[in-house]
């Protein structure tokens, strides 16, 4: 039985179960759910949807033309087959401004995309726009950053995302643009039924805190509006439980760059020093 970081450990219980019963022996392999440390993240609120795709325009532009570390491919998340279309055409009417070349281009990539548009897509395009039909099942090449616009139904699937990029050890960044009105819409929270169907498939006795953090969209909500830990040890603690050995934080892992929470808290301490020495 082969099961994926991305299933919390207590919404596996009801099939290891099964499997022990002396039918057949069983094998569980599962890695932590740990984010690579050449791999930072952040979640940037946005406030207004309207303001989203600008915003995700002028990132994706600072990610392709920054000086210092500059992305060979994107990777765009969105949340539906509908926008991912209307996102291309967006981006593909400020080309100019992202400062593409005529050779770079841009993909849509879902469900319904055929077998070679596909792997023309991941082969060949600067910039590729999908859902997760693409985002949690393959590898693609040089791919550096990974931004997930807007929202999405789980953590698993922001993981899976985030997970695409830097996977040939280079530095990497993954996003969450987050627009909490755009969440609302999607999801609203008087429909309560929205979480129990994203787990309609688990056993009902196995759909405890954990599974809902890691496996419904009021666990995304949960995780973007959560400054109070680093990034890193909050997913860890949403897939492996509250109670396993927690990862080193940004700060304790050496490298950059560090995510926004990490960040902020290293702000927020040199300020304070600072004040301190003036006084």
Sequence with gaps: VFTTATLPVSIMAPYITFWDLGIRGYVNIRNRTELPANLGITVEFVSKSAEMTNRLAQLTKQMLTNKSWRARRILILVPTIESTVRL???LHSRREMLELQESDGIAVVTSESSTESIMHAITEAKIIVCTTAIS?????PSLDVVIVFKTTYSLADLVQAWGR???EGQAAR???LWCPSSHRSMFPSDRPRIDLDAVAWARQSTIDD???LALCPSGVMR???DKSRCRRVQLLHAFDGEDCESPPACEKIGSEPWCDVCVFNLDRKSTRLNSSHRT
């Design 165 to 167: 990029a830097g996977r």
């Design 223 to 225: 995780f973007a509006t």
């Design 88 to 90: 291309q055409q967006e």
């Design 174 to 176: 993954g996003y969450l």
């Design 210 to 212: 954990q599974a809902r």
């Design 136 to 140: 949690c099942s393959m590898n693609i």
